[in-house]
């Protein structure tokens, strides 16, 4: 069986996903599709295995002020474009083989694309605390909120992956 990654469609039977994440799953049978489709501040990614949806990734562009940004790097005293991967799950029965890391790097490369298309500096991402490890193992690191943070609870840890720090491919 192939498994491939691609942009959600309208026909897209979401229903039956589950990741385990109740908050997920609302959002991916609910507002994936009109955030994709109607009011265009997302577009979700999924990865398919004949037809049947396995896990998602939702990515939209954003930016982050200079000062926000970990590592001390001189950049322009304005705020920087990123890739936000706004939400990013795999389904309950599918986990442990690969696919989050297959989305993660998706993501990271269509990133790249944008770095080489439009300008990005790096990837950004509110993570769970229970996602902070997974983030952390492909070099993402917590960037500090100054103001503005979600009000939700447990906390999310904003982290950036910087592009620089992402070996290219030839």
């Known amino acids: 069986m192939t498994v491939e990654i691609r942009v959600l469609r309208g026909d897209d039977n979401r229903q039956g996903f589950r990741s385990g994440d109740e908050a997920l799953d ?17 577009v979700t990614y999924v990865v398919v295995e004949e037809e049947r949806i396995l896990g998602f990734a939702t990515v939209a562009a954003a930016s982050l002020d200079a000062d926000d940004l970990p590592g001390g790097r001189r950049m322009p005293p304005y705020p920087l474009p990123v890739l936000r991967i706004a939400r990013l799950a795999v389904g309950e029965t599918e986990q442990g083989r690969g696919l989050g890391r297959a989305l993660l790097r998706f993501c990271v490369e269509f990133a790249e694309k944008m770095r ?9 991402v509110d993570a769970k605390p ?8 492909f070099g993402f690191i917590e960037v500090a909120e100054v103001e503005g943070g979600a009000q939700i ?8 992956l910087p592009l620089a720090s992402v070996p290219r491919r030839r």
């Open 153 to 160: 609870h447990p906390r999310p840890a904003m982290m950036f």
């Open 130 to 137: 229970g996602a902070v490890d997974f983030y952390g193992s």
């Open 26 to 42: 609302l959002f991916f049978h609910r507002y994936a599709g009109q955030n994709q489709f109607r009011h265009h501040v997302g």
């Open 116 to 124: 080489d298309e439009l300008g990005c500096t790096g990837l950004v």
